[in-house]
């Protein structure tokens, strides 16, 4: 029992490290923890994805509400995929990567936006251009790292 448990945490490390180091956050859920990008612009809410409507792009599972919203994606992914690769916007403006909250989002300047959580959120919300401008600055040098 406690070899399975030490298995279990270990695979638990490498998810954790692995998809800190990816170019787009995702968790065994897939991209933003299962949610449907393209909802967050139709709907106006996070809605959550449905594993057999799926599309594998840059390396990550992304899951959608319907075939529409998947069709859309298909034809502009950079259109909808969130900035940062789905890393907290904030975290990525202070020069680090942080995984985010599906519920925790913005849409500025037609660009989704996602932050580690509600608190975080308000945060950035206070100064989203500067923030937005610092952050568009220093991903590519933090993109790839841990």
Same mark, same amino acid.
């Given at each position: 029992?406690?070899?399975?448990?030490?298995?279990?945490?270990?695979?638990?490390?490498?998810?954790?490290? %692995? @998809?800190? +180091?990816?170019?787009?956050?995702?968790?065994?859920?897939?991209?933003?923890?299962?949610?449907?990008?393209v909802a967050y612009f139709t709907v106006g809410k996070p809605v959550k994805g449905d594993p057999k409507i799926s599309f594998h792009w840059n390396?990550?599972?992304?899951?959608?509400?319907?075939?529409?919203?998947? %069709? @859309?994606? +298909?034809?502009?992914p950079k259109k909808y995929a969130p900035q940062f690769g789905g890393y907290c916007a904030y975290g990525v403006s202070d020069n680090h990567k942080?995984?985010?909250?599906?519920?925790?989002?913005?849409?500025?300047?037609?660009?989704?936006?996602?932050?580690?959580?509600?608190?975080?959120?308000?945060?950035?919300?206070?100064?989203?251009?500067?923030?937005?401008?610092?952050?568009?600055?220093?991903?590519?040098?933090?993109?790839?790292?841990?």
């Amino acid at each position: 029992m406690s070899r399975l448990v030490f298995l279990f945490f270990i695979a638990l490390i490498n998810v954790t490290v %692995n @998809a800190q +180091k990816a170019e787009v956050f995702s968790t065994p859920a897939g991209a933003i923890k299962g949610y449907d990008p393209v909802a967050y612009f139709t709907v106006g809410k996070p809605v959550k994805g449905d594993p057999k409507i799926s599309f594998h792009w840059n390396d990550v599972d992304w899951y959608f509400s319907s075939q529409e919203n998947l %069709n @859309a994606f +298909k034809s502009s992914p950079k259109k909808y995929a969130p900035q940062f690769g789905g890393y907290c916007a904030y975290g990525v403006s202070d020069n680090h990567k942080a995984p985010t909250d599906p519920n925790a989002w913005t849409i500025v300047d037609g660009k989704l936006y996602l932050n580690y959580n509600i608190d975080v959120r308000e945060l950035w919300s206070k100064d989203k251009p500067m923030l937005i401008k610092k952050a568009n600055d220093l991903w590519p040098t933090i993109k790839n790292k841990e």
